[in-house]
């Protein structure tokens, strides 16, 4: 579809090919909306934000500006992620799994619509952001099974003593662009939020402290699944062998045979 028909679509709740009918016609305030989604396209805002929604893996999320577009490179991570954990656990086990900087929910959610008998904490240190994710548990139905939390993941992590809690799989999909390359990036993705971009001064400070506090919180065996960028994966092979509690780690490639997937085994 052209971004116009994915616009009208959206505004008349229709689909395509009822855009082609000859009764087809726009109420003065439809025809508003559509000049002022135009213009906000226009001036560079991303078209699923225009949209407020998008799909992952099928599944409809609703997104807005204080949240990451989801990507298909992550769609690599939920399946591959549920592939792994189908390989490791007991099928009849209830997992346990967190999300760590959940955004949208668009992980958490399609990890609960593939695997029903999980059980999901989903955290993320944004209020605005989880409010977003929230709204998508409830529109797919998975509300009860994501347990969603403000906290940030360092939080996280050192309340290890404290929380016995233990989770056979962590999976994020962190920000990995080095600080002084966020000025690079395309003007679109620019727009949007400065945190679910900015992965420190390497780009990788998440990735550091999700292998030291995910041996704290994995069970054993367990499961971290993480995305990574452009160019990141002998960092992180590096930090895995420098942690040296993790019994080892599997690559994956996205769909333009870039390594971007680390599958790390406890
Ligand atoms: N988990 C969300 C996603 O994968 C948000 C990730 C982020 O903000 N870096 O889209």
């Not at 579809?1 to 109420?27: A, I, Q």
């Not at 396209?41 to 799909?55: C, F, H, K, S, V």
């Not at 016995?164 to 994020?172: D, H, L, P």
């Not at 930090?239 to 993790?246: D, K, P, Q, T």
Request: aromatic fraction near 6%; glycine fraction near 6%.
């Amino acid at each position: 579809m052209t971004e116009t028909e994915l616009m009208l679509t959206s505004l008349l709740n229709c689909r395509r090919l009822d855009l082609y009918r000859d009764s087809l016609s726009l109420t003065p305030s439809q025809a508003q909306t559509l000049k002022a989604m135009r213009s906000r396209r226009a001036a560079g805002e991303p078209l699923q934000y225009i949209l407020g929604e998008t799909d992952f893996m099928g599944y409809p999320i609703r997104v807005n500006s204080a949240v990451l577009i989801p990507r298909p490179e992550t769609e690599i991570l939920v399946t591959q992620t549920q592939q792994a954990m189908q390989k490791i656990f007991p099928l009849d086990d209830t997992m346990h799994i967190i999300d760590v900087g959940t955004g949208s929910g668009c992980i958490a959610i399609a990890l609960a619509k593939l695997i029903p008998s999980c059980r999901i904490t989903a955290i993320d240190v944004s209020l605005e952001a989880l409010a977003c994710a929230r709204e998508n548990a409830l529109l797919n139905a998975v509300e009860r099974q994501i347990n969603f939390q403000e906290m940030d993941m360092d939080i996280f992590f050192n309340q290890s003593h404290a929380v016995a809690k233990t989770f056979q799989v962590i999976i994020a999909n962190p920000p990995y662009i080095p600080t002084a390359k966020i000025a690079d990036l395309p003007a679109e993705v620019r727009q949007e939020p400065w945190a679910a971009l900015d992965g420190g001064i390497d780009g990788i400070r998440f990735y550091r402290a999700l292998l030291a506090g995910a041996r704290l919180r994995l069970t054993s065996p367990g499961l971290l699944a993480l995305e990574f960028g452009d160019g990141q994966e002998r960092q992180i092979a590096d930090l895995v062998s420098e942690n040296g509690h993790y019994k080892n780690c599997q690559f994956l490639l996205d769909y333009t045979q870039t390594p971007r997937v680390a599958l790390i085994y406890r």
